[in-house]
């Protein structure tokens, strides 16, 4: 078993909020990250895999074929978007970086496996001081 | 003579555009960092002082000082902001990396001459592939 | 379930030795890290939480909350000390990179359970190339 | 149980390649990975071992003794090397990142019980966006 | 006038060494960075313009056209490559990090000319100890 | 005209206080560096030479010659040391990162000259966020 890890970036405006709660209320909550004009984030995602070395080619799965999956199921989605209005696999949750670090989870979860290998961990940095990690469960 | 670098974060969001094209010819020109939903970045500010070691301290500028000077005139008025539509000191302007380092320079300079220094470089990274720096002419 | 990071520094001076050995003893048993008259380092502190997103906020914690309790509890304590002499929690304790990551590891789990989290893991570097994890067991 | 992590660093050649199939096939299945004229890589290598703290020395294991053991057994052998030519540990494996995170284990699992820890992890940087982990089963 | 930095990377293999030598005499003078069968490295490229500012526009040069200029002129070039072997801009020169860096200034200025911007330097990281910059004269 | 950048790094203790003053006085003056239990950081020094290729070598200076000289003028003397009271180029000066790097600028512009190239500046990083450069007047 050998676990191999992808980095991915992407750039993104967010805002923590709840609809239900008045503009005040949202910023006695989530402080400054309810900015009703939006902040935004470098996202860092990497995105770790797991499964056996195929003994033809010596490793697990093709990086690029990797990469090409990350790009096509989360990146073109996120990057330079809107997440809380832009992201369809994001639509009627909350835009924190958990949610977006399960999101993330559920669009490549099942694309992993029908490449052959196994989706170990999601890891995405907020900034250089905050990450998740989300493992499945 | 001895030159002192500071390193301050800051999170915003932007957009690249001009109000007079219209969405489409934005996106030509601007690419996906005209989407008007905005985007955003972890913003990585550099500011170079340089200036005579005071004998009395055995350095140029109190770094608490010089950090305090940075936070009050622009970290404050940027951090979780937009800057296309929050920031006083880029109104009117475009909200450029190269426009934004500029703009930083002037909340600055004087402020770090009355301060007893000189401001020399302020360097603006908008991610890790890519940065400005501005020397003030 | 989902895990959230929090990475802290300090600047601080330590030494490896044992007070019932003379100095060329210590020297011989703990290198140049035994020098008498101190050294010091910039720890990076990774504190790693986990527990069920908080289906009203969106998040686990409020990431400023934890960084404040990292703060109250360990920055405090141990930034600009020498760990040797001054921090309470590593009083009568062997210096170590090792030691101090349990030292912090006590100060944090109960109170991060109070705010309705779980601990997971504590990672200290002490350097680029060293870094020690404890997971409390 | 407490877990120690030492980074070293080195730079080397490659290819992936199978001999058996001709240069337009390898390059079809491995891209320009498989340039018959090689490409290199600075490698990035953390070893984890773990264990109890020795209540002597409060320290898993010496860091000099962990660093030059790394050394003997690995760096030696791969820096500034061609991992599919000059490796004894890579003879007839495949000169991939993944291979070479198992044969870097096999080369300290055991003198790293030998002195009294247990190896961990291997981790092994092929670059700032990839990387390979290895457990040992 | 402001100055704008692109980030690009590549892996290539080299060697130092004289032709007019023989392997020993290589050894001697270059160390192990003569090794007959290669080594390589992760290169890190600093390409650094500088200009006024398009008022049309906000900024110096599009940073996408830089890239491409960049990619096309250097990288594809490099890339995965052998820069003793296969390189055309360094054929018959030697494969130092500083005659790459040369090389790559002479690639670049033109172009970068041509696009309505100045080169200012070029800056060659080999590893993470090592850089080597080049302003055109 | 070519510029290569060394990096090498070394732990040290200090402190920031004037011996005229009592320690109330230094701690408001000097805030918390001025603790006189001392406290540490992790020092990243940046050596910057210039000069001209030699034709025969193809580099300006063996970085191993560059390295050691580093090594035997600066780091012998500074690492795991106290720069109050232990390291002889600093002796009856100012303890702060400003005047280090004008110490360590002294330790090395005559040698490096001996060498044959020229010093051009020493960057020194006393954390991720403060650093200083000098160039020599």
Partial sequence: MIYITRRERFNAAHRLFREDFPDEKNLEVFG???NPNWHGHNYELFVTIKGEINPETGFLLNLKQLSKL???RVIEKVDHKN???EVDFMSGKFASTE??????????ADEISLAGAVLHAVKLHESENNFVEYFGY
Same sequence: chains 1, 2, 3, 4, 5, 6.
């Fill in 32 to 34: 400054k990250c309810s």
């Fill in 70 to 72: 990350i790009k096509d």
């Fill in 83 to 85: 997440i809380n209005l």
């Fill in 99 to 108: 949610m977006l670090a399960i999101g993330i989870w559920n669009q490549l």
